[in-house]
Nanobody
Framework: QVQLVESGGGSVQAGGSLRLSCEASGHTYGDNCMGWFRQAPGKEREGVAAIYTGGVATYVAGSVKGRFTISQDKDKKTVYLQMNSLKPEDTAMYYC????????????????????WGQGTLVTVSS
């Protein structure tokens, strides 16, 4: 069973940067996709970015494209979300998740097809 442990959230001023990490265990790394969803207060959870752990394919939501980058270290079984030029509207709880295809990160998550979730890490961006 896949287990995900996140780290790296925090508070930053607008224009700043943060990097989130998500370490996986309990499965063969490289046979699924991992990525991030976020949920702001009063809003639905939405997909942010994901990566195929067996290759280089990625998905990045339009709202963060050009500012957020997803990458991985296969040896460490860890996926990273580098967030630059942060805006107050990026404030949310960020959740790492694992699933079989990148398309699961488009829009809102389908819990029936995602295999695992992390505990969440809070990102707060002040203006």
């Amino acid at each position: 069973q896949v287990q995900l442990v996140e780290s790296g959230g925090g508070s930053v001023q607008a224009g700043g940067s943060l990097r989130l990490s998500c370490e996986a265990s309990g499965h063969t790394y490289g046979d699924n996709c991992m990525g991030w969803f976020r949920q702001a207060p009063g809003k639905e959870r939405e997909g942010v970015a994901a990566i195929y752990t067996g290759g280089v394919a990625t998905y990045v939501a339009g709202s963060v494209k050009g500012r957020f980058t997803i990458s991985q270290d296969k040896d460490k079984k860890t996926v990273y979300l580098q967030m630059n030029s942060l805006k107050p509207e990026d404030t949310a709880m960020y959740y790492c998740a694992a699933g079989p295809i990148l398309g699961l990160w488009v829009g809102s998550p389908d819990p029936n097809h995602l295999d695992a979730w992390g505990q969440g890490t809070l990102v707060t961006v002040s203006s």
